[in-house]
């Protein structure tokens, strides 16, 4: 009977737009990804978790350009009189030179809404594993990606959106696609911590902690004693923080390298690779492993060398375990994973050390649900190049719009001419002066806006149609542009949203799905946007924002100073560019400093080699497909081959 009811509700669910159903479709679709976990069956398990984060969210983002009605054959039976009468008419000729303004090129590539939701007519989770198994299969070779789900909680269902983020519940980890994905398909890790309630609780207040240690009264700020409490709490909050990530890191350990993604391309490193799957294979067939124990220990030797001793013998642990009760382990197979282990661990330090290139990985793509979008995943490896998306349905429809753009798994593209809009509202003095200078210093070729409130009109036929996008000031762009002014647009730009909570996701309701600008541009097909998950004092993040864009993109001129070569102070506090005392380095000499992965430079800033304090660093996000500028470095496939 329970069978029948399930039936029914998917069948119901299946016939009506998702747009219509609300959120109890994601709660439903969690409870059923739950069911299937605990009753063993993770591929259907994997389904319902795919599922639940697309419902009601990303359709509503979709605008695609309706197809002008073909007029070619009324056209046909036009008589000579009123074809003269046409053709002499500056009140028809008026009418058509508007049209083909407003109407896209023939030959313009244009949006399809044949892959936005690839689950449309499956109701089966098999038919579904499937169609998720052939949709990772036609995403590049280089990616791994990844996916985070919150599980169900009923409470969920009438909760309010802070309420949501503090319930409690479990992590499910799924390698939709892995390092063994053209062999075994996706695998899903479960997490339940005694942390985990701890970490939701204080990650929900998170924001708002930080929020009223930083908002001072300008007034008494000067005073030494409040300056002393301020920056006291500021103090213990990068403690917080750090310790907060900390905990985070316990609850996924040892599965931190799940988050590694593939080595740069070589027949050195192909060959290796080869003969690691192999030794992998042998030990499972010796074990009696199943497929999902597999892919864990491929993945597991592929990165060894990244892994500390403690965390292989943990590793070695949780697999040996999968199969044995925690009180009858087999030493013999525990021995056996950790020799292993640490073989591969050496072997891959030994070839990494011989080539350096091999330590270069290419970007995993994070699937992250909007219930823990706010959560810092990128520190849990920070050496790693990543990305953010919503839902699979959202990368699969942005990769298949830019598919003839990606090469060796990055967007790649070749920036020349920029927008920037900076401090339109004005009121930013301080942070206005430094970025002003910095634009005119390294970016003087591109088109700037200081201090103006752009309007609609220039963004959509100018900002968004350059090859980069920068805004700085306050939030995300969204108070100078209504959200279905943007996604009624095709975005070609790489958008950077230089202000606090940019790109973080935010609730429009008590009980609604939580939005982030990002979402509006993906809807206009932006393939790329860097943002902010939290406020930033202006200063650390001018710093950064000046970091990642004179390391991502050419100078106007080759004669200027890198900026890591500038002095700061001089900057900072009088917005003043000069070189460092002794220092003569230009950029024409600085033949390494620029890098053509943007989530690369990312990483380098989530490693605190940027800003050392971890509420100034952490805090960045790059979400869309993973961006290579050609104007600056050519792709991996270039390089490695003539390496090998």
Known sequence: MAMCAEAAIDEVLEKVPSVQIGPDAKEYNLLRAEEEYESNNEEHSIYYQVKSMFHGVDMRFVHEPEKPTDLSRNITKISDTENFDYNNSTFFKNIKSYQEKIWPPKNAKKPTNNHVDFFMGICEPKEGLEKIKQVCQQ????????????????????????????????????????CRSSELGPICLRFDNALLPTIFKQY???????????????ATVKDQK???????????????????????????????????????????????????????????????????????????????????????????????????????????????????????????????DSQPLAKKRYPVILVVDERLDHMHWEQLAPEQDFTRFRSLHSLFRLYNYHKPNIKSGYYAVHVERGVSVINPDGDLKNSGRRLRSFMEYWLSHWQHTFEKVPTEKFMTEQAFKADCFVYAGHGSTLQYISSSAIYRNLIKSVAFLFGCDSVRPLPTGLHSSLYGAQDYYHGALCPTVVGTL????????????????????????????????????????????????????????ALDYQVGSLSAILSHVHLGKVEPKIYNYCIYVCRGLPAWNLAIEKLPTEFSSKSN
């Open 226 to 352: 409040v300056k002393a409490k301020y920056w006291k709490n500021i103090c213990e909050f990068n403690d917080f923080l750090t310790k907060l990530i900390e905990n985070l890191g316990k609850v996924i350990r040892p599965y931190a390298c799940m988050f590694l993604g593939k080595r740069y391309s070589s027949l050195d490193g192909e060959k290796s690779t080869k003969l690691v799957f192999q030794r992998v294979d042998k030990y499972c067939k010796k074990l009696k492993w199943s497929s999902h124990q597999r892919v864990l220990l491929s993945q597991a030797c592929l990165h060894a060398n990244r892994m500390s001793d403690s965390e292989l013998v943990e590793m070695s642990y949780e697999l040996t375990k999968i199969n044995q009760s925690n009180s009858n382990l087999n030493e013999t197979e525990l021995q056996l994973v950790q020799e292993l282990l640490r073989k591969c661990a050496k072997s891959w330090q030994r070839f990494e």
């Open 534 to 589: 939290m406020p930033a004092l202006d200063g650390n993040m001018d710093n950064v924002s000046a970091h990642i864009l004179s390391r991502w993109i050419a100078p106007a001129n080759r004669k200027v100073v890198p900026w890591t070569c500038i002095d700061r102070a001089a900057w900072i506090t009088q917005g003043t560019i000069k070189a460092q005392a002794g220092s003569k380095s230009t950029m024409s000499q």
């Open 139 to 178: 995403l590049p070779d280089e990616w791994c990606v990844l996916q985070l789900c919150k599980s169900f909680n009923p409470a969920n269902t009438y909760s309010r959106v802070n309420d949501i983020a503090a319930s409690s519940g479990y992590i499910y980890m799924t390698l939709l696609r892995h």
């Open 204 to 218: 929900s207040t998170l924001v708002d902690r930080y929020r009223s240690i930083v908002t001072v009264d300008h």
